[in-house]
């Protein structure tokens, strides 16, 4: 099949599924990308930013969008959803985890915190359902029209905890039409990762869509530890997922029913003690990717489950839609891990490994139980005139177990501390939005939020791993409570028909947090709700007569008694602060070209400045480290002056795909280049948790053709091309531990289309 017809027909069809779900002219959008793709120019980009399907280049938001080649290439090895990492302007993503609990961070803003009740700054949207819980947040990326990533505060129409911004996934929906894919790769360590899905209609009113994803890789990394040796120890993982969903459209109404379920089985992040040659951020001589010395590998593991539903009911009426989105998220998990990442060396004189731990640290955290039930009920107008508004109620409820458990390595892992901690959650809102077209040329938009938020907290010891006071039974109950007026104002102005300039002004909030790891301590600590203004303008613009788009964003933001997490510090537990203030500014470009005919590129760039301004606030440092803040008189690091943890100063990705009509089908090769620059794992700064600046390269290349109504596809891919090896966070309790990033990974892939 031609490119261009390729091209086109993946146009139509992507017009038609956010047709279906969200009620814009199916007829519109597609004559408006078919257009598009018959002069090579580059494709229309349609997101939901503001809940309805709108050009990306008129929204007066920060939006960046993954779809296509590009989602493809970045997903492919099998990867979680850390692949997004550093691939959109000012998003970093990282996991002490592994596969589950991923951490967002957006113009710099995130949070570390690795309990499992920890609340982040940047909020995630499947499905238009909010995950809340951070292991949510880590189910498989597949069968996905779109990603979207909203950059700043969006506390008006997503308003849990979104002062950061907001990741946002569609699926794929069901249509009409007879459809599917299958793929499966085959790749290093063993690594076989399928998915497909299938749909069509079941009557002229209802159709159905099946997507199913299956994972596996071998563990690979040798325990060379003396007296506990052990081959292909940690680092496999077996993860499955499905969804299902049933769309029904009738003349004013549509429903879409979604049901979805996940199960992985594999190990945790491989933790590597005195990785870090002490007095540098070097990795250690002789480092390698597949070998760790633990005493407590055996008994490593990872073990997660999820499942969830959503139901979104949608009534067109003569100049109005309702929409009633109803959402149930469920998630269990249990990992275990040697978190020390090494073995105590005092009798081994002939021990040649990466050096000692000062005390054996084997730990777990499970949800035995978790339940998140949401709804949302929303009233738009569909008015002809200059004015039009959305507004609508929210309700969000969670109940969490979390369980907290320390095991006696010495003992061959004997259970000796457990805490239980129950948190149940409580949310309403009610928001508003109006936008009012002043001219041609002029729209204005202005939202309004008020947000209700209540959390009941306990933690029950029932015994400890430590002597006296911090091992006693202990029990302890905290409650908190607060509300807040999120708001925004934006305008947005065609200086002609390729560029429009916009301003937006936004204040949001993150609600109270409750810290109760009391394992190792016996204080449940308490953050206060932070608050942050963000000023940002734009340009979006289509240049060379559509060959060309150049998108520019520069922002300031200012942050109130910003949440933030003491990790560690001479002991496996967490402590909640306040910043007084935090001060943040930067800029972002997102581009895209049609070079030739036959190739395409984008390059975009963030620049991320943060800075944390309270002269009183401290923390506990690292067992070994070299660290480089002022000491106070208490022998912790004061923070005032430095730049958040995981927030890079730049990040940068360049794409290019070339295509070349070959024979019957056509040849395309792919190339990406991700940098983000150098980032503290901590709050304070030390010379060893420093992470180095980190490039990687992918390169995808195959050929594709079509035999009837179907294409096939093989090709072969690489990500981490120079196989770059650095560690990308760390533990600071014990020893210089580290994790490290993925190793080069190479494989190859079948695809076929169906129509």
């Known amino acids: 099949m031609k490119a261009m017809k390729r091209s086109t027909l993946a146009t139509l069809i992507n017009a038609t599924l956010f047709s279906a779900v969200a009620g814009t002219s199916i007829s519109a959008l597609a004559a408006e990308q078919e257009t598009t793709a018959k002069k090579n120019q580059l494709e229309v980009i349609q997101v939901t930013a503001r809940k309805r399907v709108e050009n990306a280049q008129e929204v007066p938001v920060a939006v960046s969008a993954l779809q296509g080649d590009s989602l493809d290439a970045y997903s492919s090895a099998g990867m979680d959803i850390r692949f997004m990492n550093a691939k959109i302007p000012s998003l970093s993503i990282e996991s002490s985890f592994g596969r589950s609990f991923p951490r967002f961070y957006v113009r710099g803003l995130g949070n570390t915190d690795f309990d499992l009740n920890a609340s982040q700054p940047v909020s995630l949207v499947v499905d238009e359902i909010v995950q809340e819980n951070a292991i949510l947040k880590g189910f498989p990326v597949f069968d996905v029209a779109r990603v979207e990533v909203l950059r700043g505060p969006q506390g008006t129409l997503f308003g849990r905890n979104t002062p950061a911004g907001l990741v946002k996934f569609d699926t794929v929906k069901p249509s009409q039409e007879f459809e599917g894919y299958g793929s499966v790769s085959y790749g290093s360590r063993g690594a076989v990762d399928f998915e497909g899905a299938v749909g069509g209609s079941l009557t002229d009113r209802l159709s159905t869509r099946v997507s199913v994803l299956w994972q596996d890789k071998d563990d690979y990394i040798d325990n060379r530890a003396p007296g506990f040796e052990q081959k292909d120890a940690l680092g496999g993982y077996t993860e499955q997922a499905a969804r299902i969903q049933f769309l029904y459209e009738g003349d004013d109404f549509t429903g879409l029913f979604n049901y979805h379920v996940r199960d992985l089985d594999g190990s945790p992040i491989a933790f590597r003690a005195n990785t870090i040659k002490p007095g540098t951020n070097d990795l250690v001589d002789g480092f390698e990717n597949d070998v760790v010395y633990h005493d407590a590998a055996s008994r490593a593991t990872q073990q997660v489950e999820s499942q969830g539903a959503s139901l979104k009911l949608e009534w067109d009426l003569a100049n109005h839609t309702v929409t009633s989105i109803s959402g149930w998220e469920s998630a269990e998990i249990y990992s275990r891990a040697d978190i020390d990442g090494g073995l105590d060396t005092s009798n081994l004189p002939n021990y040649t490994g990466p050096g000692s731990t000062p005390f054996s640290s084997e730990s777990a955290d499970g949800i035995p139980d978790q339940d998140q039930y949401t709804q949302e009920l929303?009233?738009?107008?569909?008015?002809?005139?200059?004015?039009?508004?959305?507004?609508?109620?929210?309700?969000?409820?969670?109940?969490?177990?979390?369980?907290?458990?320390?095991?006696?390595?010495?003992?061959?892992?004997?259970?000796?501390?457990?805490?239980?901690?129950?948190?149940?959650?409580?949310?309403?809102?009610?928001?508003?939005?109006?936008?009012?077209?002043?001219?041609?040329?002029?729209?204005?938009?202005?939202?309004?939020?008020?947000?209700?938020?209540?959390?009941?907290?306990?933690?029950?010891?029932?015994?400890?791993?430590?002597?006296?006071?911090?091992?006693?039974?202990?029990?302890?109950?905290?409650?908190?409570?607060?509300?807040?007026?999120?708001?925004?104002?934006?305008?947005?102005?065609?200086?002609?028909?390729?560029v429009n300039w916009y301003g937006r002004i936004a204040n949001s909030f993150r609600a109270p947090s409750l810290q109760g790891r009391i394992l190792f301590g016996s204080e449940v600590t308490v953050a206060d709700s932070e608050t942050v203004t963000s000023f940002e303008t734009g340009i979006k613009s289509d240049v060379l007569d559509g060959q060309g788009r150049v998108n520019a964003t520069v922002f300031y933001y200012t942050m109130d008694d910003q949440q933030l997490t003491a990790v560690g510090g001479g002991a496996n537990f967490n402590r909640l602060l306040n910043a007084d203030k935090t001060t943040g500014y930067g800029f972002e470009i997102d581009s895209e070209w049609v070079l030739t005919d036959e190739l395409n590129a984008t390059f975009n760039l963030s620049y991320n400045k943060t800075e944390l301004k309270d002269k009183d606030l401290s923390v506990a440092v690292c067992a070994q480290c070299t660290v480089t803040d002022p000491i106070n008189n208490g022998g912790q690091a004061i923070l005032d002056g430095n730049s958040l943890p995981h927030a890079p100063e730049w990040i940068s990705n360049i794409t290019l795909r070339y295509t070349k009509e070959l024979a019957e089908g056509e040849f395309f090769t792919y190339a990406d280049v991700s940098y983000r620059s150098e980032i503290d794992f901590f709050l304070y700064e030390s010379v060893e948790f420093e992470g180095k600046p980190l490039t990687e390269v992918g390169l995808r290349a195959g050929y594709a053709w079509a035999q009837g109504d179907y294409e096939y596809e093989v090709s072969a891919f690489v990500r981490n091309l120079f196989d770059e090896q650095q560690a990308i966070g760390g533990v600071d309790f014990n020893n210089n531990t580290a994790m490290v990033n993925e190793e080069r990974y190479i494989g190859a892939e079948f695809k076929v289309n169906f129509f």
């Open 378 to 498: 929303r009233l738009s107008s569909n008015f002809a005139g200059d004015v039009n508004y959305q507004m609508g109620v929210f309700y969000f409820d969670e109940a969490l177990t979390i369980e907290n458990f320390s095991y006696d390595t010495a003992n061959n892992g004997v259970l000796n501390g457990f805490v239980s901690q129950q948190q149940d959650t409580k949310a309403w809102a009610v928001f508003g939005s109006i936008d009012y077209t002043i001219t041609d040329a002029l729209k204005v938009t202005a939202g309004l939020r008020y947000s209700d938020d209540e959390k009941e907290f306990s933690a029950n010891r029932t015994f400890g791993p430590l002597p006296g006071e911090a091992g006693a039974p202990l029990f302890i109950e905290r409650d908190v409570s607060d509300d807040h007026v999120s708001w925004d104002l934006s305008a947005n102005y065609k200086i002609n028909d390729d």
